[in-house]
């Protein structure tokens, strides 16, 4: 008896172990900032100015910032401990977040960046992987994946990233958050740990449009001007079909706003692979020197190629010496990037710049200073965590296609989101020339209400549309069962109306139909079944009611039966079959 209930309290105290066990993991898991956060810090804005001057113009709003982002008094951390361990803190604040700040924000932290913020995916071993709110089981997106992690946990009103080659616009796009990549070089870098150099931009994050212009005014310190609509807005139809979601789920939406808003007229469609080809001259050049001489392959791959490489060199250039001298253990997918054998000519190098311009002119040539290009942000839902997926390659090639326009040509992009497909957050990029960031955030704010209302009139279309598929496809189940009983394949036949009631369970017809089948299998408890719910849905069903009525006779219900075949005479007074079976049962049983 002593042993049995040692025994009893040794299991009950594993019991409570495990528990408690699986509560810190838990705990650990879904941190309650979400993971975004590094560190919780405050900088206050400076005192209002005395009446008859205007507030400062950013006046209660609070903002974090990546790690990458020097605050004074802290060590600037560029996602890895090792190079917190071989850093002094900051002896200055970055201008960009002095000038948000001043500006009447309040900054309170800051946020979770990739290891050396050099992937899109937003994964960290070092920090833990910030919890995506829209899609917690999938991937951030990276590299700026806590500022839109906090955003869109709604612990700030926006946030700062830095985009190389998408390090804003994919967490933007996978958080379903608006991301904003301006123009290069119109924000200084001071301050900032730089990727590469010729691509890198400070970016914003923000869930309101308003706050997104009133941030982006002051970030970008740009002068008073009338705001204007385009006069063009171009969606690239190549692009569009590198999309894994239905075209039309993105496409549909900025026609229908625009047309709406601006009309019909204003709609353009490009092929930007050709045109791509024939502006961008050096793609050729560039192709011959590194991709073993393949001419064949497409500007768009190209493109995607340049930006990559762009990024690995100068990301090089910059980093290795620390890397050789600290060797941090990085993540073995980033080592192999690094590492690989990236030590371009000055030729390569000089083909890159003639790229960068040649694309800088070919998107201000093609959008002027009125057009809006619309492509999709990213090609792909965000995918699990730790899925495969991130290292495939038509993965990445459809990825960095749609990203490299903005990072080489280096013009302005925002990323919009549009609602949910299949439970994902859907979204869509606009670029305007480089220069035209006013011009952008105008547009932006002028169609984000309307872009949402198309978004969910299109999500629910596709709902109707789906529901009406089905209904055609029981419809054609329906007629297979049909055949079948005229082939006295009862068996068959009860299987095809069985699929047809899966697709649209509320058809009386479907059941009674079934009912049939069953009745010539024998199976009288089923087919009564049926029937009954036939005539639930449907109280003028004659023929449920004959077929409950002759169910019901074969199992003894003799009185049910006599009133089901009455009902059908109520229903349909000449009908020979009710009258007759009626007839039959009244005088047997009378």
């Not at 070092?126 to 700026?144: D, E, F, K, L, Q």
């Not at 311009?357 to 619309?374: C, F, H, P, Q, T």
């Not at 055949?483 to 006295?488: L, N």
Request: net charge positive.
């Amino acid at each position: 008896m002593a042993s049995q209930a040692a025994n009893l309290w040794v299991l009950l105290g594993l019991g409570l172990a495990g528990i408690l066990l699986m509560t810190k993991r838990l705990k650990k898991t879904i941190k309650a900032d979400f993971g975004a956060f590094i560190q919780k810090l405050e900088l206050l804005p400076p005192p209002q100015p005395a009446p008859p001057k205007a507030p400062h113009p950013l006046t209660g709003l609070t903002f974090a910032v990546s790690d990458v982002f020097d605050i004074e008094g802290f060590v600037t951390g560029f996602g890895h401990p090792d190079w917190v361990r071989t850093h002094e803190p900051s002896s200055r604040t970055s201008p960009v977040v002095s000038t948000l700040v001043e500006g009447g924000a309040t900054c309170v932290g800051k946020t979770v960046v990739d290891e050396l913020a050099f992937s899109i995916h937003g994964e960290n071993k070092h920090y833990s992987t910030p919890t995506n709110p829209a899609v917690p089981a999938r991937i951030p997106g990276g590299s700026s994946s806590g500022a839109a992690v906090s955003v869109a946990a709604n612990f700030v009103d926006f946030s700062l990233g830095i985009d190389t080659i998408g390090g804003v616009r994919v967490p933007a796009a996978f958080c379903g958050v608006i991301g904003f990549r301006p123009s290069y070089g119109i924000v200084a870098h001071t301050g900032i740990i730089p990727v590469s150099s010729s691509l890198d931009t400070v970016g914003l994050f923000a869930k309101d449009p308003n706050i997104l212009r009133r941030v982006g005014l002051v970030l970008l310190q740009l002068p008073f001007s009338v705001q204007r609509n385009p006069r063009q807005i171009m969606l690239a139809d190549d692009y569009f079909q590198l999309l894994k979601i239905p075209t039309e789920r993105v496409s549909k939406v900025v026609i229908n706003s625009t047309e709406k808003l601006f009309g019909r007229q204003v709609l353009k469609h490009e092929n930007l692979e050709n045109y791509f080809t024939s502006k961008v001259p050096s793609l050729k050049e560039f192709s011959s020197q590194k991709i073993n001489g393949d001419l064949k392959i497409s500007s768009i791959r190209l493109l995607a190629n340049v930006a990559q490489f762009l990024q690995r060199y100068e990301f090089k250039q910059t980093h290795q010496e620390w890397i050789n001298s600290e060797k941090p253990v990085l993540d073995s997918a980033i080592s192999a990037q690094i590492n690989e054998a990236l030590d371009m000519t000055d030729k390569e190098i000089e083909i890159c710049k003639s790229i960068k311009n040649e694309m800088r002119l070919a998107i201000n040539s093609l959008l002027k200073d009125d057009g809006i290009l619309v492509i999709p942000t990213t090609a792909y839902p965000p995918p699990k965590l730790g899925s495969k997926e991130l290292f495939a390659e038509d993965y990445n090639r459809s990825m960095f296609s749609l990203l490299s326009i903005a990072s080489l040509s280096g013009c302005c992009q925002v990323t919009l989101p549009i609602g949910y497909h299949d439970n994902f957050p859907v979204s869509v990029s606009f670029i305007a020339r480089h220069g035209g960031d006013r011009f952008l955030l105008d547009t932006v704010q002028t169609m984000y209400s309307s872009l949402q209302e198309h978004a969910d009139t299109v999500a629910k279309s596709k709902l109707s549309r789906n529901a009406v598929n089905q209904e055609q496809s029981a419809e054609v189940a329906k007629e297979k069962g049909n055949q079948a009983y005229k082939e006295k394949q009862w068996q068959k036949a009860v299987g095809f109306y069985t699929e047809a009631i899966r697709l649209s369970g509320n058809n009386a017809t479907y059941y009674s139909n079934r009912a049939a089948a069953y009745l010539e299998l024998r199976s009288f408890l089923q087919a009564e079944a049926d029937c009954t719910k036939a005539i639930n849905l449907d109280k003028k069903n004659v023929k449920a009611y004959l077929r409950r009525g002759t169910a019901r006779e074969m199992l003894g219900y003799h009185k049910e039966a006599i009133d089901d075949f009455r009902y059908a005479l109520v229903l349909e007074p000449t009908n020979k079959r009710a009258a007759l079976s009626a007839e039959r049962l009244r005088k047997v049983f009378q």
